[in-house]
């Protein structure tokens, strides 16, 4: 692999180059959201849509930081058992149900939040027999990508995957050190 010749630029330069346009206002329809929603049924265990900022569609955020998604489960419906590096606030915008995080029940119902930290096993369950559960969330994808730190993993056991790869690169987990002298072993 060859490495590309970095760059030396004056701290005026530089500090210019930091500046950034502001964004213009964006507006998502509820209509055109569920729409959407209902188009797209039937591709998984759920149904998930993002809300891209049409001048953030390289970073599919909706703002620089934050993206968000709202996800439709229908009745009975659950999520695969998974995984991922970004941290996750889920709203619910209808329905009831229950999010499982590392094995614990966190039972939602319109109007409430659940925060899915970073890394935690996490399953979203819709306990109703008649209604659709929505979920928006917000979720620091965007700052992860341009940190390349970004992993999921679904379904749960399966090999961590670095998603913003071209490739299927595999996360490969830190030697595990129990005491000092089977870290100085390990090196």
């Not at 590309?4 to 507006?27: E, V």
């Not at 029940?105 to 399953?123: I, N, S």
Request: glycine share 6%; net charge negative; hydrophobic share 35%.
């Amino acid at each position: 692999m060859s490495a590309n010749k970095g760059q030396i630029i004056s701290y005026s330069k530089y500090i210019h180059s930091l500046r950034k346009t502001l964004l213009t206002p964006a507006i998502w329809r509820w209509n055109d959201i569920i729409e959407q929603l209902r188009v797209s049924e039937g591709q998984g265990s759920r149904t998930v849509m993002a809300l891209c900022h049409p001048e953030l569609r390289e970073a599919a955020a909706a703002a620089p930081d934050i993206a968000v998604v709202v996800q439709k489960l229908s009745p009975g419906q659950k999520s695969k058992l998974h995984r991922h590096s970004p941290w996750a606030i889920h709203f619910v915008l209808n329905g009831e149900g229950c999010t499982i995080i590392d094995g614990i029940e966190y039972k939602w119902t319109f109007g409430d939040a659940v925060l899915t930290p970073a890394w935690t096993y996490h399953q979203h369950i819709n306990t109703s027999a008649t209604e659709e559960a929505i979920l928006y969330t917000l979720q620091n994808i965007p700052e992860l990508c341009r940190k390349s730190n970004i992993f999921r993993e679904e379904p749960a056991g399966s090999s961590p995957k670095h998603i913003i790869e071209s490739g299927e690169q595999l996360f490969k987990p830190p030697i595990h050190v129990t005491s000092e002298e089977e870290y100085e072993d390990n090196w």
